[in-house]
């Protein structure tokens, strides 16, 4: 079975722009979470979505939305990017939504605004 | 939410070394998850711990969970090249771990 894909691998983008980032699931798992990584620092919660529905949101401005599709792939949308959201961002899946199952993390799109 | 502090922040040893990476939050744990992460790629599942005193092992490495202490710690024995990373651990929530809070990661280096 594919794990977690994630597209793009790379992005530049400069100051100001707007970013579409995407996130294909596991086959069979319901829930994708977003999170934001920057350099020499653990991953950050951004969104998490079950069934669609928003069901967790971090500490990240009204910049930052996601929405889930009816397949369970899942959008991330920075708007007015900031050199500060230069960062890797990784998706990942669960089964459900629950602390019995474990995140399956994708590669990530690594962005760099300039 | 969580505060995960790992230690060390960065190990190098040699290759058949054993060596042990820690985990401690500063808040109740409901569940602890152990992740390795390459250099700029995703992370990779290790394994996830749910009651206190539970030790689970995978190939050569074990991780423990004490729910008093609120620690947790991964120990390799007999390290090879392949087990060079970041080694990351996580933690969610009462109800939810897609909430998840990660440690800053701990990096290790196999000389061989």
């Known amino acids: 079975d594919a794990g977690v894909t994630q597209s793009p691998t790379h992005l530049i983008k400069t100051r100001g722009q707007h970013v579409t980032l995407r996130c294909s699931p596991i086959s069979g798992h319901k829930s994708v979470s977003w999170y934001q990584q920057v350099l020499g620092q653990g991953p950050q919660f951004i969104f998490q979505y079950y069934e669609k529905e928003e069901r967790g949101r971090g500490n990240f401005p009204d910049r930052f939305s996601a929405r889930q599709f009816p397949n369970y792939s899942s959008e991330l949308n920075v708007n007015a990017l900031l050199l500060g959201d230069s960062a890797l961002y990784l998706c990942?899946?669960?089964?459900?939504?629950?602390?019995?199952?474990?995140?399956?993390f994708g590669n990530g799109t690594r962005l760099t605004v300039t | 939410s969580q505060e995960l502090e790992q230690s060390p922040q960065s190990l190098i040893v040699q290759e058949g070394k054993n060596l042990t990476i820690n985990c401690t939050s500063s808040k109740t744990l409901y569940g602890l998850y152990w992740y390795k992460q390459k250099y700029g790629e995703g992370l990779i599942f290790l394994m996830m711990?749910?009651?206190?005193?539970e030790e689970k092992s995978h190939e050569k490495i074990t991780a423990k969970l004490d729910e008093k202490k609120q620690q947790s710690s991964l120990h390799i024995t007999a390290s090879q090249p392949s087990h060079a990373g970041i080694y990351l651990c996580?933690?969610?929530?009462?109800?939810?771990?897609?909430?998840?809070?990660f440690g800053a990661g701990t990096r290790l280096t196999v000389k061989p």
């Open positions: 711990l749910q009651k206190g005193g």
């Open positions: 996580g933690a969610g929530p009462q109800y939810n771990n897609n909430d998840m809070r």
């Open positions: 990942a899946s669960s089964r459900r939504d629950g602390i019995n199952s474990p995140l399956h």
